[in-house]
């Protein structure tokens, strides 16, 4: 039993990974000091896609199913709902990529937006009196 509910928090943290991935650079707007933990977690997503590779989270995850006597995934919430997100079926080598370039221009819009507001504060506290 405790295999399986590690497992099945591995899949939240997992999915909470991704969403910070896509979206952490929206979380520089607020916090400053998220770029020092989204550009190293964005470099790591965006080389995960292109290179084909499975994230460690992934095979940690088998490993505690399997630990649980878990086959695959069967029932429940966790396994119904989350998971087809981060393992969506059909996944292909074009696919990863393609999710790889969309990863960059969602990035792209967040830290291009981040460093125009930057340039415009610096630019009009140099010309305060």
Known sequence: ?????????LVIFHLAFVGFVIFGGFLAWKWRHALFAHIPAL???????????????TALEDHLRHLAGQAGYRGGFIRHYLLPILYPPGLTRPNQWALAAVLLAINAIAYGYLWVHRKHRIASELNRP
């Open 1 to 9: 039993m405790i295999w399986r509910v590690l497992a099945d928090g």
């Open 43 to 57: 470099a790591w997503g965006i080389w995960v896609e292109v290179s084909g590779q499975i994230c460690p989270l």
